[in-house]
């Protein structure tokens, strides 16, 4: 019956014949806002003379009650002039509205008091009884506050039902003072989009306790039931004080049971000032729940090395390197100098670097690392300190078809600028690298592991011969949240557009961490480092990608396979169920942080690794895949190729190999 009621006023008031059409009339005029407060203070009046008549007939009759009523008309006029009572937006009133009718009501009553007595001292008798113009003074107040209130509710009404929308019943997970500020601005919010109606705390409360004329209910085990006691169908995480893993149980929770969750922010970091407040209540992220406690390094190392110093940043418009650009900014460098080849990414980086950076001495350039002239000449232009080397082509299903770029890349542009920063003795040269490197089963992160091999042993070969000049030290971790080809932004692409979510294998797990935790770890290890060490980071438990691609189309307050389909493809060409951030001959060292352990390779000798890399990259000159794969294979023997055309190379090398064998025998 409701649901008919609201179509039928939904079609009443949206029809184009109708006279109730809203649908331009944005806000009411000025002066019909004023007309009408001139109305209702007429009203009031005419209804206190009524009253003070039928109360007493002791009633002043110096003048008549026309009379009488034309100045106190007159006097709340003049205060409506004083304090513009007429000049707000009538849907969007707020308390200090309401203050402006509470001053001019109260000025209006204390100028009348003040002519009443003034005729009394002038010729002894008085104009209006006070018990009159206090009940005028409240009833006058109340009819044009209730005017507002009446428009602004009718026109929410209004929109709601035009758009066929209903406002959300939600509770506050958190009773302190930031619950109560979100809280208050969703109250205020236009168009509402939230109803409050209650707040849960971990902490036990009297259950008389209302915050906002809301109960306050302390929630046990389930947050679902408490929520569902309120008669809610949504959550607003704003309790600061919750651990990861409770938050996460949370979340779980209600999505189990259909509650929708969403984040409010901190007060407190609360920066925008163009933005109301309430919008800052979003939908919970899945970044949200992934995001772990931050980790804490130390700034002064850091500060040592970077600040004064010429820093490089290479791929510095992509994800990763743009970050480490921002973060490396922030240390007071001499001169900050970013290298890619994309141009429009570069571009734009530039432009935010200038706007957030106004005293940053810096240098653009559009290079391909595997470009060996043009990288020299930057080289001999500027003396480089720090060289933090991104640029790398990272997507595995492109690389399986065009190995020859990721050789060209990232192994002839790692080794370009390792031999360059030898040759020009920078200092410390930290390498961002993948957990696709261990045990490779793909040529992107068999090509990243070439260069992880080939940095280490340049590192050892300075060590034998002539002493270290430029400390080689690598950064290996997992998937990035956020970053280009993440899979979480292209999954919230195919729930936008209303699926499928593609999923390439049921079972498939991915680590994942933060872009700034990323960098932050990028940036540790280039002071740290001693040189010819891996540094890997504790990414916490792996997450099953199909839990993950589950959990966002429910955030979305949509039903899996039911709103959105959830779609297996089938793995890509060289693609592995699972990642290793170390393979099983390597060794871990702890560091100063619980958090970061240093991988220990064996040293492999420098001159054999350079002999291979360079037919690598000649093979890979020629465009022969075949040729380029197998001598990657060669050079990296647990390179398995999975899922690829590749494997037939690998067949033929254990064929090859079963034969040598035979025939030592």
Known sequence: MGDRLLSALKVSLSSADSALNLRNLKYLPRWAVFLIDIFLVTISTVITFYIIIDLTPNYYHFISFPAKGTLIILVNIFFFFVFRTYAGIIRYSSNIDALKLVLATICSFIILIFINYITFFIIGEKIFLIGSLLINLWISFSLLFLFRLSVKQVYEFYKIVLRGESIKRAVILGADENAISIAGALNIEYPRRFKIVGFLTKTKHNKSIRILDTPVIKFQTSVSESIKRLRATAVILSEQNLTAEEKFSIVEDCLENDIQVFNAPLVSNWEDNDKPLAQKVKTLQIEDLLDREPIVLDKENKEAQLSGKTILVTGGAGSIGSEIVRQVAQYNPLKLIILDQAETPLHNLQLEVEAKF??????????????????????????????????????????????????????????????????????????????????????????KRAAEMYVQSLFHSQEVNDGTETKFITTRFGNVLGSNGSVVPLFRKQIEKGGPVTITHPDIIRYFMTIPEACQLVLEAGTMGKGGEIFVFDMGEPVKIMDL?????????????????????????????????????????????????????????????NSKIEKIIKSAEKLKNDKVVAKLKDLIPEFISNNSSYQRLDNILRDNTEIAVSKDK
Do not use: W
């Open 549 to 609: 691609a589950i959990k966002m189309i429910k955030l979305a307050g949509y039903t899996p396979n039911k709103n959105i389909k959830v779609k297996i493809t089938g793995l890509r060409p060289g693609e592995k169920l699972y990642e290793e951030l170390l393979n099983d001959e390597c060794k871990t060292l702890p560091t100063h942080h619980k958090k970061i352990m240093i991988g220990i390779d064996k040293v492999q000798d420098y001159v054999v690794i």
């Open 358 to 447: 106004p005293d940053l001495k810096y240098r653009f350039i559009i290079c391909d690392v595997g470009n060996q002239k043009r990288l020299e000449l930057m080289f001999q232009n500027h003396d480089i300190d720090v060289i933090y080397h991104a640029a790398a082509y990272k997507h595995v299903p492109l690389m399986e078809a065009n190995p020859h770029e990721a050789i060209s890349v990232n192994i002839c542009g790692t080794k370009n600028l390792a031999d360059l920063a030898v040759k020009y003795k920078v200092g410390h040269f930290v390498m961002v690298s993948t957990d696709k490197a261990v045990n490779p089963s793909n040529v992107m992160g068999a090509s």
